[in-house]
């Protein structure tokens, strides 16, 4: 089963920044933070992963905190386009998606 | 680069036929994972699959489902006698290698069973 959890729903306003949370208190020292997101029914696109450093890639930066507990998803300028469900997976060898965090980007 | 490549994209059986389900990982990836997606419901994985072999098949349900990854040609995930709780929507992933790599989906196969 998943090792994340994440807020069911979120609302971000059209050019603002989303920051989605996700704790994950159990990662353990080999164990990856991996974010994916599925548009509709489509399959899941891959965002961004990180060990312990913060990340950042065209799409999105990843924050972990030191203790690894903890990370946010920012994607820095929110698009109608970014509405999705968004997956937190901790991960060593095989991804398990939990439940997710849908959000809503407002015109 | 092809994506991963899934097909069919819809696919219907009755009760009781068997369901045959393909995935063409993307070119250079040996590894391949399959999840399931009840309606309204997140992705359940199901089987991860490295050429011929089978690495983890915990989320496979015990009877009527299988899956291969031969050495040649598309992974199958196989779905003997469905049933109407079979319905679901069925992903493909594929990465270069199974530990800390991103894996690339497919856009599924939409399986009804009627």
């Known amino acids: 089963d998943a090792k994340t959890t994440q807020p069911p729903s979120m609302d971000c306003a059209e050019g603002r920044a989303a920051n989605l949370p996700c704790n994950h208190s159990?990662?353990?020292?080999?164990?990856?933070v991996y974010w994916y997101r599925q548009i509709h029914s489509q399959g899941p696109q891959y965002i961004i992963h990180?060990?312990?450093n913060n990340e950042t890639n065209e799409m999105a930066s990843l924050i972990i905190t030191e203790d690894r507990k903890s990370s946010t998803l920012i994607l820095p300028h929110a698009t109608l386009r970014d509405t999705a469900v968004y997956y937190c997976?901790?991960?060593?060898?095989?991804?398990?998606f939990g439940t997710g965090t849908s959000l809503t980007v407002i015109p | 680069n092809a994506g991963v490549m899934q097909n069919p994209r819809h696919l219907v059986r009755r009760r009781g036929q068997e369901a045959r389900l393909r995935c063409s990982p993307m070119?250079?990836?040996?590894?391949v994972y399959w999840y399931r997606q009840l309606p309204e419901e997140g992705l359940k994985f199901m089987v991860y699959?490295?050429?011929?072999?089978?690495?983890?098949e915990s989320g496979m349900p015990k009877e009527r489902f299988s899956a291969e990854f031969p050495k040649e040609g598309p992974s199958i995930l196989r779905i003997q006698q469905v049933v109407r709780g079979d319905s679901a929507a069925y992903f493909c992933?594929?990465?270069?290698?199974?530990?800390?790599?991103?894996?690339?989906f497919g856009q599924g196969t939409r399986l009804t069973v009627v």
């Open positions: 992933a594929s990465s270069p290698s199974g530990m800390h790599t991103e894996a690339f």
């Open positions: 159990t990662i353990s020292g080999n164990e990856y």
């Open positions: 990180g060990l312990k």
């Open positions: 997976i901790v991960s060593g060898n095989q991804f398990y």
């Open positions: 070119k250079g990836h040996s590894h």
């Open positions: 699959l490295q050429k011929e072999n089978i690495i983890d």
